[in-house]
């Protein structure tokens, strides 16, 4: 008897769960018909705090242009961008606070617009082998952010979010830096590639969590570069990578590179004093 009473309650909960979803359509297709810009903008409203973020973006759209100048204008519009974020569509969020933010520099919602425009664009930000724009973006939206609001309670966020943006460009560089001098000398000299592209990286972000991969990486570069070289180049070059030795591990003096770091100092020194 108690199997059958669950099973009973089970179904009529799954009924009345449909006929909640279907009255709620039923007043959402009422709105959608409705002239009434009060009745539409409550439900749209309603809809955003019961989390149905796609009609209340959809039903937003049409109130905002015709709110232009009145009392619902500036809230019409961080809400309108806040539905999209909430709905994890970072771009159509990014741009309509882009827009409320410029429209209302000292609006109520500035400061949460400007947050969430750069930390959405943050939590849109790709993979680093991937196109980065979208991470530079961030990095201006999030930036700006701190510039207009620094004592903001969101700016310890938003900090860390550019670093962390910041280290995914490195990273990309330190992949590009890679590349170059596994190529070696491949249709030219890609050692010198792999330098300048990592000692360009280390100049833009010097505090970067790669930077000692990044100095590894030029020590190698210019140690294969001076291995391969043609005799006349070679003295100049291993005299370079000493220097360049040296320049590591005053940086890192407890790599875990040291030992590596070590070894091509002893051939370079070697060939340069036997010479």
């Known amino acids: 008897m108690r199997e059958i009473d669950l099973s009973m309650i089970k179904r009529l909960t799954i009924i009345l769960a449909l006929a909640c979803v279907m009255a709620g359509c039923g007043e959402y297709n009422k709105v959608m018909k409705s002239n009434d810009l009060e009745y539409k903008y409550a439900y749209a409203k ?4 019961n989390k149905r973020y796609a009609q209340a973006y959809t039903i937003l759209t049409d109130l905002v242009p015709l709110f232009r100048g009145t009392p619902h204008a500036e809230e019409s519009l961080y809400l309108l961008g806040l539905s999209y974020y909430e709905n994890k569509d970072y771009i159509s969020a990014g741009s309509y606070f882009k827009q409320y933010y410029q429209r209302y520099p000292r609006g109520q919602y500035a400061e949460l617009a400007r947050f969430y425009a750069g930390y959405g664009f943050y939590l849109d930000s790709p993979d680093a082998q991937l196109d980065q724009t979208e991470t530079i973006r961030a990095m201006e939206e999030l930036q700006a952010f701190l510039d207009y609001f620094p004592k903001s309670d969101k700016a310890s966020i938003a900090q860390s979010a550019v670093f962390e943006l910041q280290d995914k460009l490195v990273l990309k560089e330190l992949q590009n830096a890679t590349l170059y001098y596994n190529l070696g000398n491949y249709m030219g000299n890609n050692y010198e590639s792999a330098v300048i592209t990592a000692q360009n990286a280390i100049k833009s972000y010097p505090y970067s969590k790669y930077k000692e991969e990044l100095e590894m990486l030029v020590l190698r570069a210019r140690y294969r570069e001076a291995v391969e070289s043609v005799l006349e180049k070679k003295m ?9 030795y040296y320049s590591f591990i005053n ?3 407890e790599s875990k590179m040291r030992k590596e770091a ?5 051939i370079a020194n070697k060939y340069v004093n036997s010479n």
């Not at 070590?262 to 002893?266: A, E, T, V, Y």
């Open 262 to 266: 070590d070894n091509i100092f002893k």
């Open 46 to 49: 309603k809809a955003f705090e």
């Open 251 to 253: 940086d890192y003096p």
């Open 236 to 244: 100049d070059r291993f005299r370079t990578v000493i220097d360049e």
